[in-house]
């Protein structure tokens, strides 16, 4: 991800007293967020942008907890996206707030929290220089790990301050860790329950009480935090827990989940997968059955879950086959046929986690979902749709494909049947000069032929499929 940075506009006001004067209101977090979200929802507006399948489950519970004011804790498996979730907080920050300039913990002009901001707001007055932050830079983020240490969350002596003079008795000796650092701002804690429990316990004074203990020193700062976090739920991770005096802190408790709708997958694979080739809705729409099929499968451990990246993963993959087989065979185009879903189950088997007594089965496992997935697409696709008559024209001429057959091939060699046309119509392979589209379209409908039984076909050693009644 490339950083981006951001320039204040010029006509801000750059100290206390010009903010004063523009008439500037100041808003703890919880309440900036709360006034931007119920904003958004009165005029419309999508406040979640890029989250996908949430609309009538997770994102009401979450807006509920946010105008609540609540510190929330999202609960799921892995691959259902919490951590976009939280990182999509960040659209409901102003999107420029004043600091005082150079201040450690980024506090408002109208509120020093640190001594030496104090001093410094006591020594200039008015004159006090203010500088403004964009809110990407007001939301930080920590991977929970067991090795995690109090001093990275909330502090330490700095020993070089120490060094120069000042006695371990001065707070400004103290280095700030990362929650007092995300003053006026979000701090997400992704893998909660990774943090070891005394560390943990390190936070129940930064939610409840809001000051920070350091090595003897305690300090009362007004910390201005929203805090988030994600988790595993317990029966899953067996790396730690949330110890009880922390979640009874989190004001709320959101619980995620993969989509709910075959639709929702595949916009979310749509959205998500950087493909180098096309890949038609109705191979993308396998695939995302294909996931819901692993999801429902007793040969797959589901407490591990099956991310929604497996899918996105999947299709790339497509994509990438569609790619290397137009360079193969010197196609102008690279359009992903159902030949290239045969690559998915050998490349992302080991995305996955089978239970036990399903060893040496993964393979046949993953093809046999996977035909489900293609039959199951095939039947939605083409429903209503008589294919009598190109069963009966492949029985009289077999058709050849494989992903060494170029899509020219393909489309040569296919019968001229009504169906066909109906087939290219429901498939959006209609229309067209390009014959990827309806090689690919033709495939599926042999596909589906073969996998109810109404056709046979052989399959060659180099790769080639031959279609026949």
Known sequence: ???????APIDLPRTVGALRASGHEQRGVKTEIRDNLLAALRSGRDPWPGIVGFESTVLPQLERALIAGHDVVLLGER?????RLLRSLIGLLDEWSPVIEGSELGEHPYEPITPVS???????GDELPVAWVHRDERYTEKLATPD??????????DPVKVAEGRSLGDPETIHYGLVPRAHRGIVAINELPDLAERIQVALLNVMEERDIQVRGYTLRLPLDVLLVASANPEDYTNRGRIITPL???????????YPLEVADEVALVQQEAELVADVPRHLVEVLARFSRHLRDSTAIDQSSGVSARFAVAAAETVAAAAL??????GEAHAYARPVDLETVPAVLRGKLEFASGEEGREEEILEHLLRRATADTARFALRGVDLTGLTEAVSEHPVRTGERIPATEVVAG???VPALTEVARRLDAAGTEDPGPMASAAELAL???????????????DGDTVSYG
Request: aromatic share 4%; hydrophobic share 40%; charged share 35%.
């Open 1 to 7: 991800m490339v950083a981006v940075i951001h320039t």
């Open 79 to 83: 691959g259902q996206g919490k951590t």
């Open 118 to 124: 104090l001093r410094r707001a006591r020594e200039l």
């Open 148 to 157: 995690t240490a109090v001093a990275d969350l909330i502090g330490d002596v």
């Open 247 to 257: 979640k009874d802190r989190f004001g709320a408790e959101v619980r995620t989940h």
């Open 324 to 329: 290397r087989r137009a360079a193969v065979t």
């Open 414 to 416: 296919l019968p001229q």
């Open 447 to 461: 596909e589906y032929l073969f996998l109810t039984r109404k056709l046979a076909k052989d399959e060659s050693d």
